[in-house]
Each structure stands twice: as C-alpha cells, then as structure tokens.
C-alpha cells in the first residue's frame, strides 16, 4: 500500500513537472492534457486521476510550483545585513535564477505571461486568484522590507536618524515596493522571451531598481 502512495506521488509529480515547462512553452490555451501526459510518459487517464481538468491542473502548478521555486530567492531578502546589500544581492539572485534556472523561468512566465480572455478555460480564474495572490504576497514582503521592519540594518522602526537614511524609506516604502514589483514582473517577461537579453546579473545590472528603491 505505500509502495503503491509512493507511487501515485512520482505520478503527480510528474504530471506537475510536465505541465509547467508546456504551460511555460506552448501557452496554457493551446496545451491539451494529453500533451502534458505525452510529455511526461504517462497516460491521459493518469492525468484525470489526479485532476479534474486542465483548469485544476494549472492551479496545482501554481500552487505546488510557487513556493518552492521562489523561496531560495526570497531566502536572500531575509537574511542578515544592511537593507541595501540584501536587496541588492536579491535583485542579483532574481537575475539569475532567470537566466540559469528553468523550473523558475518556465514558472514567471506562465504566471505573468498568461492571458486570462474568453478564450480561456472555464474557471480559469482560479489560476489567476493563484497569481494575484502570490504577487499581492510579495507586494507586501517587499513593502514589509523596505519599511524597516524585517530588521539586520541597525533598526526595525523605519523612523531613521541622520545618519540612517538608508534604511528608512519613511517617504513612500509602498511605491519603491511597488517599483521593485513592476521590474521583477518586467525582466520575468522578458526572460521568457529571451534570457539573454536580461540585464547583466551583477551589481551593474541592478543599479537602477536599486537607485530607485533606496532614495
């Protein structure tokens, strides 16, 4: 019986695995699921066993993918150190992982790469609630950050003396959240067009969201 758990598990594993990267390659409209049951050696009714529908599919992509494949980034924004080096080392691991991780990629850019039409599914909603959800979730770490309250830069009050200006962000830590938002969104979507046209992923590269962040 628990081989049997066991194996019922690769079977969803592998069925999640093969339908990020055809979600990611060939759009969530145009893949059927007996794409995503070819590509992962298996058979359409392996599928139906685990999920209802595509709809159902693409939101156990989501939500198995989003985390997981994310942590290991976020992981860098809350560590130790002065606001400005996690966030700068941050931005520089998004870029990387761009370019040299393809779980991550595939992952942005069906999430923010996805059109949700009429030409959709029925109930595909459910993956945009996913999406909506997992941004309004990073809106509000980096908004959390950037005010000063996740600590490791000298204070957690966001109040700031003369010499902290750095860390306060008092003006508007919202709206640089909110630009650091709109250029992870941004170079998702460009490196699902082309990794290699992604800015440089090093302190060059990340100068200008950065600028823009810390006032």
Same mark, same amino acid.
């Given at each position: 019986?628990?081989?049997? +758990?066991?194996?019922?598990?690769?079977?969803?594993?592998?069925?999640?695995?093969?339908?990020?990267?055809?979600?990611?390659?060939?759009?969530?409209?145009?893949?059927?699921?007996?794409?995503?049951?070819?590509?992962?050696?298996?058979?359409?009714?392996?599928?139906?066993?685990?999920?209802?529908?595509?709809?159902?599919?693409?939101?156990?992509?989501?939500?198995?993918?989003?985390?997981?494949?994310?942590?290991?980034?976020?992981?860098? #924004?809350?560590?130790?150190?002065?606001?400005?080096?996690?966030?700068?080392?941050?931005?520089? +691991?998004?870029?990387?992982?761009?370019?040299?991780?393809?779980?991550?990629?595939?992952? %942005?850019?069906?999430?923010?790469?996805?059109?949700?039409?009429?030409?959709?599914?029925?109930?595909?909603?459910?993956?945009?609630?996913?999406?909506?959800?997992?941004?309004?979730?990073? %809106?509000?770490?980096?908004?959390?950050?950037?005010?000063?309250?996740?600590?490791?830069?000298?204070?957690?009050?966001?109040?700031?003396?003369?010499?902290?200006?750095?860390?306060?962000?008092?003006?508007?830590?919202?709206?640089?959240?909110?630009?650091?938002?709109?250029? #992870?969104?941004?170079?998702?979507? %460009?490196?699902?067009?082309?990794?290699?046209?992604?800015?440089?992923?090093?302190?060059?590269?990340?100068?200008?969201?950065?600028?823009?962040?810390?006032?």
């Amino acid at each position: 019986m628990r081989r049997t +758990a066991e194996e019922a598990a690769q079977t969803k594993a592998a069925l999640l695995e093969a339908a990020l990267f055809q979600f990611a390659e060939h759009g969530v409209a145009a893949t059927k699921l007996a794409d995503v049951a070819q590509r992962a050696g298996l058979t359409r009714g392996a599928v139906y066993h685990h999920f209802t529908d595509k709809t159902a599919l693409y939101a156990a992509v989501i939500a198995n993918s989003w985390d997981s494949v994310t942590a290991p980034v976020w992981a860098v #924004l809350d560590s130790d150190g002065p606001v400005e080096d996690r966030l700068r080392e941050f931005l520089i +691991a998004w870029l990387r992982r761009l370019r040299e991780d393809r779980h991550f990629r595939a992952l %942005l850019t069906i999430t923010l790469n996805a059109s949700y039409g009429p030409d959709q599914p029925e109930g595909i909603s459910d993956g945009r609630a996913s999406k909506s959800y997992g941004l309004a979730d990073w %809106l509000q770490r980096l908004e959390t950050f950037l005010a000063g309250k996740r600590g490791g830069d000298g204070g957690g009050s966001g109040d700031g003396d003369g010499a902290g200006h750095r860390r306060t962000h008092a003006d508007d830590p919202s709206g640089a959240a909110a630009g650091i938002l709109a250029w #992870l969104c941004g170079t998702a979507l %460009l490196a699902a067009t082309d990794p290699d046209l992604l800015p440089p992923s090093d302190a060059s590269g990340v100068a200008l969201p950065l600028r823009g962040a810390l006032p």
